[in-house]
Protein backbone atom coordinates (compact mmCIF):
# COMPACT_ATOMS: atom_id res chain seq x y z
CA UNK A 1 0.00 0.00 0.00
CA UNK A 2 1.26 2.98 -0.87
CA UNK A 3 1.39 5.69 1.61
CA UNK A 4 3.34 8.62 0.71
CA UNK A 5 3.85 9.64 -2.70
CA UNK A 6 6.23 13.36 -3.41
CA UNK A 7 6.19 15.15 -6.70
CA UNK A 8 7.50 18.34 -8.07
CA UNK A 9 10.97 17.90 -8.12
CA UNK A 10 12.76 18.83 -11.20
CA UNK A 11 16.33 20.55 -12.44
CA UNK A 12 16.21 24.31 -11.77
CA UNK A 13 18.78 26.87 -11.74
CA UNK A 14 20.62 28.42 -8.98
CA UNK A 15 18.21 31.46 -7.31
CA UNK A 16 15.54 29.64 -8.97
CA UNK A 17 12.43 28.00 -6.91
CA UNK A 18 10.38 24.69 -6.56
CA UNK A 19 7.13 23.58 -4.66
CA UNK A 20 7.08 19.88 -3.59
CA UNK A 21 3.83 18.03 -2.86
CA UNK A 22 3.58 14.67 -0.93
CA UNK A 23 -0.01 13.17 -0.71
CA UNK A 24 -0.34 10.73 2.37
CA UNK A 25 -3.42 8.16 2.93
CA UNK A 26 -3.12 8.08 6.41
CA UNK A 27 -6.45 8.37 8.23
CA UNK A 28 -4.90 10.44 11.18
CA UNK A 29 -2.95 12.41 8.98
CA UNK A 30 -4.34 15.74 10.53
CA UNK A 31 -3.22 14.71 13.53
CA UNK A 32 0.20 13.98 12.69
CA UNK A 33 3.44 16.11 12.48
CA UNK A 34 4.80 16.11 9.04
CA UNK A 35 8.42 16.30 8.06
CA UNK A 36 10.00 16.54 4.39
CA UNK A 37 13.48 14.81 4.28
CA UNK A 38 16.37 15.14 1.69
CA UNK A 39 19.32 12.31 0.57
CA UNK A 40 22.22 13.71 -1.67
CA UNK A 41 24.72 11.15 -3.30
CA UNK A 42 26.60 9.84 -0.14
CA UNK A 43 25.10 11.14 2.56
CA UNK A 44 22.24 10.47 5.12
CA UNK A 45 18.87 11.02 4.67
CA UNK A 46 18.38 14.48 6.65
CA UNK A 47 15.43 16.28 8.12
CA UNK A 48 14.83 19.55 6.36
CA UNK A 49 11.46 21.07 7.49
CA UNK A 50 8.70 19.74 9.80
CA UNK A 51 4.99 21.11 10.85
CA UNK A 52 3.04 20.25 13.27
CA UNK A 53 -0.27 18.72 13.50
CA UNK A 54 -2.37 22.03 12.82
CA UNK A 55 0.12 24.00 11.11
CA UNK A 56 1.12 25.86 13.75
CA UNK A 57 4.79 24.54 14.60
CA UNK A 58 7.07 24.93 11.90
CA UNK A 59 10.72 23.69 12.65
CA UNK A 60 13.66 23.83 9.22
CA UNK A 61 17.22 23.07 9.29
CA UNK A 62 19.56 25.82 9.81
CA UNK A 63 20.79 24.83 6.32
CA UNK A 64 17.12 25.80 4.77
CA UNK A 65 15.73 28.61 6.92
CA UNK A 66 14.42 31.76 5.42
CA UNK A 67 14.35 30.22 2.14
CA UNK A 68 12.05 26.60 2.55
CA UNK A 69 8.61 26.77 3.62
CA UNK A 70 6.40 24.05 4.81
CA UNK A 71 2.67 24.32 5.13
CA UNK A 72 0.01 21.53 4.91
CA UNK A 73 -3.78 21.37 3.92
CA UNK A 74 -4.76 18.66 6.12
CA UNK A 75 -8.09 18.42 4.36
CA UNK A 76 -6.58 16.99 1.19
CA UNK A 77 -4.24 15.29 2.95
CA UNK A 78 -1.05 17.27 1.56
CA UNK A 79 1.93 18.92 2.57
CA UNK A 80 4.37 21.40 0.63
CA UNK A 81 7.54 22.04 0.66
CA UNK A 82 8.36 25.97 -1.30
CA UNK A 83 11.66 26.32 -2.13
CA UNK A 84 13.30 29.40 -2.77
CA UNK A 85 16.73 31.02 -3.30
CA UNK A 86 17.75 27.12 -4.34
CA UNK A 87 21.72 26.50 -4.71
CA UNK A 88 23.39 23.62 -6.19
CA UNK A 89 24.06 21.90 -2.36
CA UNK A 90 19.88 21.54 -2.22
CA UNK A 91 20.42 19.25 -4.93
CA UNK A 92 18.83 15.73 -3.61
CA UNK A 93 15.77 13.77 -3.63
CA UNK A 94 13.47 14.90 -1.09
CA UNK A 95 11.03 12.62 1.14
CA UNK A 96 8.15 12.95 3.17
CA UNK A 97 7.59 10.77 6.35
CA UNK A 98 6.03 11.16 9.98
CA UNK A 99 9.32 12.09 12.32
CA UNK A 100 7.29 11.56 15.36
CA UNK A 101 5.82 8.16 16.33
CA UNK A 102 7.66 6.10 13.57
CA UNK A 103 7.95 6.12 9.91
CA UNK A 104 6.24 4.73 7.41
CA UNK A 105 7.25 3.12 4.40
CA UNK A 106 9.43 5.81 2.36
CA UNK A 107 8.23 6.74 -0.97
CA UNK A 108 10.20 7.46 -4.02
CA UNK A 109 10.89 10.41 -3.50
CA UNK A 110 11.56 13.04 -5.98
CA UNK A 111 14.38 14.22 -7.78
CA UNK A 112 15.52 18.10 -7.11
CA UNK A 113 18.60 19.12 -9.15
CA UNK A 114 20.05 22.68 -9.08
CA UNK A 115 22.58 23.31 -11.67
CA UNK A 116 23.20 26.08 -14.24
Known amino acids: QVQLVESGGGLVQPGGSLRLSCAAS????????MGWYRQAPGNERELVAS????????TYAESVKGRFTISRDNAKKMVYLQMNSLTPEDTAVYYC?????????WGQGTQVTVSS
Open 97 to 105: NYPIGGYVS
Open 26 to 33: RSDFRLKT
Open 51 to 58: IGPNAVRT
